[in-house]
Antibody
């Protein structure tokens, strides 16, 4: 069965960096596009970044130039490198698998990892 | 960028009521719209994709409709286990914007 397990969250100072990971199993990771989506405690969902199977990527304007999505298909792992973190980046970060197709929806979500940016 | 606007932001209804949530895109997105359900303390789950296709395993009391800019999610007979926040999301192109969510409670 599909599993997505995020890790690497924690507390970081404003201006600091953090890399979170998502270990995928139960499907052919190298064939699927993936998202990072975040949710501020008690608030809604915000799309953060997207990466195709081949590494082509997009980032939300709110994180462009600070966050970088990447993947290692040999390790079945998705990453989000977060630099110059701000208090407003505090959120639960979910990795999400897309369906198989050109324009695709999320068909499976990980459990999330909490990132707290605070002094 | 295309904005996604959901209404209402919250609603309270009785068990057995018909509930309708709307999602409006600021520009046409064809039928590239998904609905997700997030129960309290849980991870979001896919309910509907392609605006009206029910994900496998989702109860038939859920339905979706619409195309272009206006979409609806309907629960034909609200059940206690449907208490959740519901989100729409466009997926035709970047950015993959979510609506702000609709919180559904039991009266």
């Amino acid at each position: 069965q599909v599993q997505l397990v995020e890790s690497g969250g924690g507390v970081v100072l404003p201006g600091g960096s953090l890399r979170i990971s998502c270990a995928a199993s139960g499907f052919t990771f190298s064939s699927y596009a993936m998202h990072w989506v975040r949710q501020t405690p008690g608030k809604g969902l915000e799309w953060v970044a997207f990466v195709r199977y081949n590494g082509d990527n997009y980032h939300a304007d709110s994180v462009k130039g600070r966050f970088i999505i990447s993947r290692d298909n040999s390790k079945n792992t998705l990453y989000l490198q977060m630099n110059n973190l701000r208090p407003e980046d505090t959120a639960v970060y979910f990795c999400a698998k897309l369906c198989n197709g050109g324009s695709c929806y999320i068909d499976f979500w990980g459990q999330g990892t909490l990132v707290t940016v605070s002094s | 960028d295309i904005q996604m606007t959901q209404s209402p932001s919250s609603l309270s209804a009785s068990v057995g009521d018909r509930v309708t949530i709307t999602c409006r895109a600021s520009q046409g997105i064809s039928n590239s719209l998904a609905w997700y359900q997030q129960k309290p303390g849980k991870v979001p789950e896919l309910l509907i994709y392609a605006a009206s296709t029910l994900q496998s395993g989702v109860p038939s009391r859920f339905s979706g409709s619409g195309s272009g800019t206006d979409f609806t999610l309907t629960i034909s007979s609200l059940q206690p286990e449907d208490v959740a926040t519901y989100y729409c999301q466009k997926y035709n192109s970047a950015p993959w914007t979510f609506g702000q969510g609709t919180k559904v409670e039991i009266k």
